[in-house]
């Protein structure tokens, strides 16, 4: 769908609004992706990924959810990366339609946890998993 170049502006929250599309790397950011459920457009591998323990288990993923992939040179992949030291494995996500507080609230959540403006997404991830312990919705 979209070009390389066009992947490196998701970088740019104008991008990332526009076309409803975000990027995810490393490993465990990846596998949350990959279990949200959540459409994946693409999966880039950095070409030495092959070697990473968690290779197998990635490619498996990505081909039984019939995921394009496409490899990258290094170099190539470290320009799309948003991180100093890339883990070799990026996807592009496709952002869900919001739904509207009234139909979470439909649901009769015991508990319902929000989030507004969450700048550093482990933090946010930390936020999730901690509330999935308590029972949040």
């Known amino acids: 769908?979209?070009?390389?170049?066009?992947?490196?502006?998701?970088?740019?929250?104008?991008?990332?609004?526009?076309?409803?599309?975000?990027?995810?790397?490393?490993?465990?950011?990846?596998?949350?992706?990959?279990?949200?459920?959540?459409?994946?457009?693409?999966?880039?591998?950095?070409?030495?990924?092959?070697?990473?323990?968690?290779?197998?288990?990635?490619g498996k993923i990505l081909s039984e959810r019939k995921i394009p992939l496409r490899m990258l040179k290094p170099d190539d992949f470290r320009k799309l990366a948003d991180t100093e030291n890339p883990q070799g494995i990026m996807l592009i996500v496709h952002k869900p339609a919001p739904r509207e507080m009234r139909e979470w609230l439909a649901a009769k959540p015991r508990i319902l946890l929000v989030l507004d403006g969450i700048r550093d997404p482990g933090n946010m991830g930390t936020i999730i998993r901690s509330a999935d312990w308590f029972g949040v919705s």
């Open 1 to 58: 769908m979209h070009s390389l170049k066009d992947y490196h502006k998701l970088r740019m929250k104008k991008y990332r609004d526009k076309w409803r599309l975000f990027l995810v790397e490393g490993k465990r950011l990846c596998r949350e992706a990959l279990n949200s459920g959540w459409k994946i457009e693409k999966a880039f591998l950095r070409e030495d990924f092959s070697l990473d323990s968690d290779s197998g288990l990635f």
